[in-house]
Structure formats: C-alpha cells, structure tokens
C-alpha cells in the first residue's frame, strides 16, 4: 500500500471497548494513527468513528486489510468505508446561471485547494460555458426539454457514470431532480440552498427574507435527497443584515456566504470527515492534516 | 422643556425635500439635532426617519413643539410619535419556569443600563418570586385558570393599566396571550423566542433543531402579534453548534443568544430606535448617544 | 448633468444647523436627496455627513454646482470632496506571489460588483501573470531591484499616472514601499493584511498567531499611510481557530477572511462611503443604493 | 469508586500505538470509555488526550487506578493528571469595581451552571459586597496598603489556603499580582482581559481601540503567569463596532464579550477540558456531556 493515508469511516450500535478493540486492530497491522474522532450519540446509542491511519508500516495490501477488518466488523455490525490517498474523487458541478459559486470552486481547484479532480462542468444552459473556458474544464451543455424532463436526466447519468464520477455538486443549479436521479447517488450529491435551512425552504428566499424582515440572513450546504431542501445538513452560515438590504443587496450579501459554506462542504466530504446518520451529518472537524 | 433629549420617530409617503423641511423646522424652533437617522423604502416608496433633538435652545413647550409640527406633518402625511427624555418608561416583565433572560435583564437594570424602571414582574408560577425578591422587584402571581383563561387576562390588563405599564416583556412567558390581550398593547410587547424566526415556530424548537440536524442555533426578539412567531422581528442572532449537541446543550448554548438577543431589542425599543412598518422592523443603529 | 447620481462627503467642525443648511441647500438647487447619513464625533466636535443625491432636478452645471457648494462650504469650514456616478474610477492592483485575493477581485470585476475599471494588474514577479490573462486585464511586470528599489517605484508612478490610477489596490504586495510613494496617493492606496491589526503587525502573522495560541484569527484593510499596518481601518473580520489549527491551515482560513475583507473595503471605497479624518476611518454602511 | 467520571489529561512525546494502548488499558480495567479525544501537535510532535470513563464497570479503588496507570504513565513519559467526578472544585472570584462578570458567573452558578463550588469573592473594594449578599456568598474584603502590597497577597494566600481553593478567577481584578503569587497557583488563576489579545495589552484597551479605529472589540480569557496578559490563551471572542462607537460605549459592548469569554473559559477548566503545553492551550471541545 505504499506510504498513504486510509481514513475509515465507522458507524455501529454502542458497546464497550470499541475505541481500545478499533485502535488496537490497526496498530497490531502496523499502522500508525494520525487521527481518531469519535461520537457517541446516547439518544440512539450509536457510535460513530473517524479514523485516519498512515499505511507506511504495514505489509497488508488494500485487499488484505478490508477482508481483516471484516472480522472485526461483522461482529460488532459496522457500517464501514474505507477511502485511500492515492485514490483522487472525480468531481462533476452542476450550474445554471449563476455564476458566484462556480468561479469560487474553479478557483479553489486552480490554487490546488480542493482535492479532487473536477472533471466536468454540465449545465442546462451554454451561459456559464465561459467561465469553464477560462479554467480548462471540460463544459457540457444538457438542456432540458419541458415536455420530456427525464429525458435530460438519463443523458446526465450516461455522462456521470462513463466518466466514473464521485460527487456531483449542485452549484446552484436550478432543475428540480427526480427522486431516481437522487437516489442513483446516495450521500454523493451536495446542495447549495440559498437560506439557513429550514427557514426558507424552495423558492426565492431572498426575497421572503425581505419580506418577513429578518435580521440575517444564510445558506445551506446538504446532501441532496427524494425531500427538496430536506437532506442532511453539512454546512451553515448566516450574516447579519438591517432593514437596508433590498432583495437585490440580500442576493449580493448572501452570494458570500454561499460561496464558502459550499466549499466547507465539499472540502468536508473529499477529506472524508462525514458520516450520514438519518438524517444528521455528523461532520468531523478537520485535524491538522 | 429644559435641557432634554427629544426623539421623534416619523414615516411618510417619500417625496422631494423631506429631511431638509423636517431639519429646517427644528433648527428654526432653537433644537439642537444631534442625530437623524433616514430609511427609503423605495420599494414600498416610503420615508422614516429617526431624529433625536436637545431642547436646551427651544422656548417652545411640549404642548406648543406638537402643535407646531402638526402643521408640518399633516400636510406631508406624517406617522409620528415623540419621546421626552424626562418621561421613563415603565416596564413590566412576564415570565414562567426559566429565569436566564429575567436574571439578565435585572442585571442590566440593577447596573444603569436599561433606561426605564422595572415596575414589576409577573409570573403564573411562584417559581421565579426569589429572583424578583433578590433584586428587590415587585412580583406578582397570577396563575392561569385552564377552564378560564380569560380570566387571568383580565388581571393582567387591570394590573398593567394600574400601573401605566409602557413596555411588557414576554421573558419567555409560556402562555399564549389572546389576540385581544395582543391588539391591547400594539407595538408594546417584546417576545423572545429561542429559535432563528422563521425556522422552528412553535413549541419544542431545540428539540427540532437536534432532530433537524442544524449546524447553528439562535433566537429571535421580536413584537408579538396576533399570529403567534409572525411579528416584526428586532433582533436576531445564532452561534455555531455541532453533531455533539443534544437537546439539552443546545438549550444551555441557546440561553446565552436568548440573553443578549432580548437585551438588545429592550435597548432598542427604550431608546426609541425603531419604527415598524407593516410586519417589517426598521432598527436605527445607536449613534453614539 | 442628467440624471446621475452625485456624492458629497463633508468633514467640519460642529455646530448647530449644519443638516438643515446642507440639506436646505441641495434641496433649493433641484436635487433629489437620495440618503444623508451623519456622525458627530462629540470627543472631537467634528461633523460628517455622506450626502447621495439625484441630480435630474438640477439645471446646474457641475462647475456651477460646485461653485455654488463653495460659498455653503468656505463659512462653515468644511472639508469636502464631490463624487460624480459618470465617472467610472480607474484601479490597479498590485500583487507579488499570492493569488487568492486577485482571483477574488477579478471574479468580482468580471461579475459586475466592482464598480470600477480594473485597469492593470503590476506585479514585481511574473507568476501571477496568467491570472491576469484568464481574465483579459493588462499585466505589467515591474521587477525590484535590490540594489535601487526607488528605481522600480519611479517606474510605478510613471506608469500610474499615465493611466490615471484613481485606487490602488495592495492585494498582498510583499514590497515595502517608501514614505514618497505612500504620499503620493493620500487615501488612494488600500492595503490588505493578515491579521486583525494592531494585533501582529509586520511579518509572518499566522505564524505569530499560532505561536501565541490565538483562538481566532483575522484580516485588516486599510489606507496604507507611512507607518506601516498603522494606518486608517477600513474593514476587519476574524474566525474562530483552535489549537488543531497550524500555520499552514491558519494561512488557508485566513485567505478566506482576507478576500471578504479586501473586497468589502474596495466597495466602500468606490461607493464613496468614507471620510478619513485623522487615523479613524468613518465607513457610512451602504444604504439601498 | 462507584459510578462516577473520571477524566484524565495527558501529554507525552507523540509515538506508535498511543491511543490503542491507553484505551486498552482503560477497557481491561473494566471502565467504559465516553469520550476520548486526541491532538498531534506534529510540529512540535507531542501527543495530547482527555479521556472521560465511567468507572461504574471496574473494582479497581482510586488509588489502585493510580498506581496501575503509573506503571503505562512511565516508560512512555507522560505528563498526566486524573480528575473524580465525585471531587466538586472550590473557587474564588476576585473583583475590584467592575460588576458584570461577577453578576454573570454568579447567575450562572445559582442556576446551576457552573460545576463548582464557589466559595467565596474576594475584593480590594468594598463596593461589590452587595452583589455577593444577593447571591449568599461570603465576601472578604482585602485592601491593598500601597505601601506594602505584598501584605495583602500574604492574607489572600492564607485565605486560599485555607479554603483549599482550586481555582482563582480574576473577574476584572484589577491588582497586579506578584509573580510569586501567581506561580503558587499554575494553570489554577483564570484571568479576563478586556481585548482580543495581543491586541492592546496592559492597560485601557477600550480607549486605544478607539484611538486605533479598530473595527472589532473583543475579551480573552487566559491563565494569568508571571507576563502580565501573555498567558496561555483559553478563549477568545470579538463583536464588529463602528465608528459611532465612543470608548464609552465599546466598554458597554465589550461587557456582553466578556462575559460569555470568561464563562466559557471557567466551565472549559472546571470541566478538564484543558491542557496547557508551553504558552498555548489545548481546549478540547464539550463532548454530550
């Protein structure tokens, strides 16, 4: 396996000993323990790990070491994955037209910020085409045709599975998606909603912001599910704003906060710090790695 | 009128010249204008403004100032009001089970920093009668029939009027108040609720923000209205929580947003800082008053 | 002058009537006051006010405007500056090796939200030159010579002056630049720094900050003036860090700060919504402009 | 030992195996373990853990888990401490003439927030006796002979003594304690200091942060050492102000920072969530606890 990093994700009922039973598996198959974060939720009891392990002392493959940790496993009924540095993610965003989002993530991506390969930018429409010039993405154009919406969805997972894609991330894009297309790519589409959810679930929060005068305003980053702004929140943030703002300066301010609270998101799910539990994330901070 | 400090609050239809008419009529009536604050609304094609006089250079009396800005408002369609800041206002507080916002707010009152005199709390429980006696307030107890709620109602408006009560602060006062209790006192009562408004109306909001799974919590100060959670909000603000929150710490981590959120919407509303306008809340910062 | 949008910022000493002469006198020349926002210093006894006004009532010329402004302002001792909307503010921005606040300004530019023209980016390193390309602004590459660094400041000015640089931008320059050069351009050069000033001052504040166990971490523009980071602040901004938090990830959380900070004190620079008046910058919050 | 928490902090050079070996140990004696936290300082390589464990499951008495723990404490050079549940801390408040944060803390302990016991203020002045006769806690007044300050540090030693008091909080104490004082008492003195240090230092920070323009104030809660306000760092926090504010008024924004910096830092260290190595500070995150 060569001197990487394996990040294991780990969720089973609680019980005694776990965190002495995991840590002393890896450590007797040679590896070293950068990092162990655990949370154990006493409402449900259930247990929760985030274990990051440097691979230079073993001598197991990545073949041996899975079917190691199954006995471990099984027994105790893990829910597990397991993620290896050498393995990049294939990034496809998804846009309409707005374009703030997708120049912050272009950009963080160029500056070598985010760790992945953004293989595709796909759009319903050829406005922002641009933009993915200007930063040597491959840009796809599927428009939608109103009377036959499916349609462009099948095209959509034709393009993301032959390009074997990891993540899918919706840059503000404004189609609703059907519950298949969602269900196709569990816990591997992130959203970004223009509100502090659940305030101002669908339409035009900015301007039922202005409306009902409040005092903030946010933005939401959430896996995508069957249930419109439903999905298991990854990220939040809000600004304070006055009485000033306009549904014009709202959508100004609020651009903002839309920008980092995605690329917290995605930077949270390519570092591997997310289990989904129901519907909670719970988001491992990230350690000095 | 002396050496005092004269606030008034106005909202007009907008048009050409307004603030140098209204400065004009002061500076010629001898006041001294030591802040004035404007709002367009230009959506709504309205005009606010908040204009805070010294009266030392003034001969006019209060009688003879309103007299003579009637005729200035009345033909420019003026809402308006006028505080003297040799009036205090009288302040009674509401509360049940949970006593972090009444010790806070008889901290600051205890200190100087609420201007206003806190004639008296009321509760429908004796639990919180040693915080009231600790700071030496009156208190009263008024239980709530369940057959006749209508009944404590009443109490309360002949104690509150008793009393020329100017400001009622809902410290969370778990009883819904009825919508004539409400239209009694327009723009008079202060409620804080532990949740960012509009998210989580209604009962039990930490609770529903644990199983929402939000990853920031808040509260809302705002006037109550007929429709419960609905009224102009004032003040606002939300921490950061994480997946290791429970019901239970969110609730202690809310107490402190609850705590300063009411604070300040107290502030803003003695200091005449805020004119409402539909379900909308203009809230002029404080000038270094 | 048609129907454009013109700004005065006034400074002067305090007194009585100045909001009803100012606002009187612009009102009798045909303006349309769009918003008037005041500050009384009453430490200093110093009067501001930022003035908007629609000039499409107006049959005055600009010269006569300002001719006429001269005989409110000579007797009242003010210190103004007018702002015409026609006039688009011409920008350079000065870079060395770090990119992410030019990429942050350039998305910004070419979106439409800095009202302004970017009219060249000069750097004293080529490595940021195909940013400049990506976004089709002109590129100039000024090498320092260690020897004579006057000589590359001499060709700066040059090259400023023939473009008629209106602000200059340090987006992270990493060059000290003299006192002669500074004052060249009074209120005209905004810096940005890593650090929330006076905290860290001078070199390597990330480093310094994690040294000294800060538990947040921040970002300062200011008006760069002869002594260094001592100038005027315009804008801060901070975030929360923890101990897990090295220099390395504190410099990635704090680009995110320095961009927001950069670009929001660049907008009230070009919104004409400050006044400089010894080393306090009072920055007017934007109205719904 | 019953069914009761015991928390331990630990710190040694970073290693193989850590984790695995401590929680081994912890599972073989029976303990379930509720929480364990870790941090690699990589720079510095060092290995830091606060782990929490029920020790309802073990028969081990305390003095037993102590002595079993050594013999893993020392061949890989722990630094370590353990911490029982059943063992309430005893505090000391100390004050001069500033009331808030007294007030705050001591709500917060008559509610039952805060897991101590307080013991007793401790006063130079005589002026807050008031405040902790509200709250029945004895009060002790303390003068300081200008002549001879050292005599009162002798009194306030033997009063500490004698009360076997575990932690010192300085709530705006406003003597300089001498450092043979302040070393009697390592890592147990709790000092609030009224900037975002190390921005303005010493003396006065509201008046420099107004002659310095700064747009932020904040409050630092640190362990007070021999450098006046260079301690290791506890907690931090700040709030955006505007150029309206006067020096007055920053003190009465900075009061509500204060307040909620110094309450958490107390509740981090009666908690054990701290470890201090060097001049930076550890703080583990709340768990569910």
Same mark, same amino acid.
């Given at each position: 396996?060569?001197s990487q990093?394996?990040?294991?994700?780990?969720?089973c009922?609680?019980? $005694?000993?776990?965190v002495?039973?995991i840590?002393?598996?890896?450590?007797?198959?040679?590896?070293?323990?950068?990092?162990?974060?655990?949370?154990?939720?006493?409402?449900?009891?259930?247990y929760?790990m985030?274990?990051?392990?440097?691979?230079?002392?073993?001598?197991?493959?990545?073949k041996?070491?899975?079917?190691n940790?199954?006995?471990?496993?099984? &027994?105790l009924?893990?829910?597990?994955?397991?993620?290896y540095?050498?393995?990049?993610?294939?990034?496809a965003?998804l846009?309409?037209h707005?374009s703030?989002?997708?120049?912050?993530?272009?950009e963080?991506y160029?500056e070598?910020n985010?760790?992945?390969?953004v293989?595709?930018?796909?759009?319903?429409?050829?406005?922002?085409?641009?933009?993915?010039?200007m930063?040597?993405?491959p840009f796809y154009?599927l428009p939608?045709d109103k009377?036959d919406?499916l349609l462009?969805?099948?095209?959509l997972?034709q393009l993301?599975?032959?390009?074997?894609i990891?993540?899918?991330i919706?840059?503000?894009?404004?189609?609703?998606?059907s519950?298949?297309f969602?269900?196709?790519? &569990?816990?591997k589409?992130?959203n970004?909603?223009?509100?502090f959810?659940?305030a101002?679930?669908?339409?035009?929060?900015?301007?039922?912001?202005y409306?009902?005068?409040?005092?903030?305003?946010?933005?939401?980053?959430?896996?995508?599910?069957?249930?419109?702004?439903?999905?298991?929140i990854?990220?939040?943030?809000? $600004?304070?704003?006055?009485?000033?703002s306009?549904?014009t300066?709202?959508?100004?301010?609020?651009?903002?906060?839309? $920008?980092?609270?995605?690329?917290?998101?995605?930077?949270n799910?390519l570092n591997?710090?997310?289990?989904?539990?129901?519907?909670?994330a719970?988001?491992f &901070?990230e350690?000095g790695?």
């Amino acid at each position: 396996m060569k001197s990487q990093i394996v990040t294991f994700l780990i969720q089973c009922p609680d019980q $005694k000993g776990l965190v002495a039973k995991i840590t002393s598996f890896f450590f007797e198959k040679g590896f070293n323990i950068l990092s162990c974060q655990q949370y154990v939720n006493s409402i449900e009891n259930t247990y929760f790990m985030r274990i990051r392990l440097n691979a230079e002392g073993t001598i197991l493959s990545k073949k041996e070491l899975e079917t190691n940790f199954l006995e471990l496993a099984t &027994p105790l009924k893990f829910k597990w994955s397991v993620h290896y540095g050498d393995k990049k993610q294939q990034v496809a965003i998804l846009v309409s037209h707005t374009s703030h989002n997708l120049y912050d993530l272009l950009e963080r991506y160029k500056e070598g910020n985010l760790n992945c390969t953004v293989k595709m930018i796909i759009s319903n429409h050829e406005k922002l085409r641009p933009v993915a010039e200007m930063f040597q993405v491959p840009f796809y154009y599927l428009p939608v045709d109103k009377n036959d919406k499916l349609l462009q969805e099948t095209q959509l997972i034709q393009l993301l599975n032959k390009h074997q894609i990891d993540l899918i991330i919706l840059a503000r894009y404004m189609q609703i998606l059907s519950a298949d297309f969602i269900n196709t790519y &569990p816990e591997k589409i992130i959203n970004i909603h223009h509100s502090f959810l659940p305030a101002f679930q669908g339409a035009n929060p900015y301007l039922r912001a202005y409306e009902r005068g409040v005092k903030l305003i946010g933005a939401t980053a959430h896996y995508a599910t069957e249930d419109l702004d439903e999905g298991p929140i990854i990220e939040q943030d809000v $600004k304070p704003v006055t009485h000033e703002s306009t549904p014009t300066t709202l959508k100004k301010i609020g651009a903002d906060i839309e $920008k980092l609270v995605l690329a917290r998101a995605v930077n949270n799910h390519l570092n591997h710090q997310i289990i989904v539990s129901g519907n909670r994330a719970i988001v491992f &901070p990230e350690t000095g790695e």
